[in-house]
T-cell receptor, first 112, second 115 residues
Framework: QKEVEQDPGPLSVPEGAIVSLNCTYSNSAFQYFMWYRQYSRKGPELLMYTYSSGNKEDGRFTAQVDKSSKYISLFIRDSQPSDSATYLCAMIVSGSARQLTFGSGTQLTVLP | GAGVSQSPSNKVTEKGKDVELRCDPISGHTALYWYRQSLGQGLEFLIYFQGNSAPDKSGLPSDRFSAERTGGSVSTLTIQRTQQEDSAVYLC?????????????FGSGTQLSVL
């Protein structure tokens, strides 16, 4: 079983929809949680970052972490065609700079 | 440069040949990472360099894979005797200090195809 599980999709939504992307994990030592966005033929870029449990909002994006359930979510409000990309969750144990553990990514298409 | 630069962007090789992939990190970044991304898979950690410390090679899948970082800057990932299962996108990333909560800056990757 993978340490981080993410539904690969693909997920297709109409423009303006609310999108919910999710990951579950098994390692309770994870403390830092990130969401990376990856456009086709590009490297991932950091979208959101949260530490421990709670919510974080940045414009149309909200990241949620529920450590008790080992579950993290990314919500995209008023989705736009430019949001079409692969979204990867990533997490890391506190004190370890060695590596992030990534989910496999969810491919999202927002239809105009 | 402004970002992480990787070359070549695409590499097609024959099974059994050696390949070298290059990464030029952001100037001043002390930490450098190599990841591999196969179709439909997440990013698989390969190797991590931090300053002058010994690299963390724990993610390298076999002894055919090696990497070096010269002068704390440019890094080269070498794959010897390539196999078809080595086909993937190889991504390089750098960060300022290598701390857990730091943003990683990724290059656009090298798409490696082994025929």
């Amino acid at each position: 079983q993978k340490e981080v599980e993410q539904d690969p999709g693909p997920l297709s939504v109409p423009e303006g929809a609310i999108v919910s992307l999710n990951c579950t994990y098994s390692n309770s030592a994870f403390q830092y949680f990130m969401w990376y966005r990856q456009y086709s033929r590009k490297g991932p870029e950091l979208l959101m970052y949260t530490y421990s449990s709670g919510n974080k909002e940045d414009g149309r994006f909200t990241a949620q972490v529920d450590k008790s359930s080992k579950y993290i979510s990314l919500f995209i409000r008023d989705s736009q065609p430019s949001d079409s990309a692969t979204y990867l969750c990533a997490m890391i144990v506190s004190g370890s700079a060695r590596q992030l553990t990534f989910g496999s990514g969810t491919q999202l298409t927002v239809l105009p | 440069g402004a970002g992480v630069s990787q070359s070549p962007s695409n590499k097609v090789t024959e099974k059994g040949k050696d390949v070298e992939l290059r990464c030029d990190p952001i100037s001043g970044h002390t930490a450098l990472y190599w990841y591999r991304q196969s179709l439909g898979q997440g990013l698989e950690f390969l190797i991590y360099f931090q300053g002058n410390s010994a690299p963390d090679k724990s993610g390298l899948p076999s002894d055919r894979f090696s990497a070096e970082r010269t002068g704390g800057s440019v890094s080269t990932l070498t794959i010897q005797r390539t196999q078809q299962e080595d086909s993937a996108v190889y991504l390089c990333a750098s960060s300022l200090l290598g701390r857990p909560n730091e943003k990683l800056f990724f290059g656009s990757g090298t798409q490696l195809s082994v025929l």
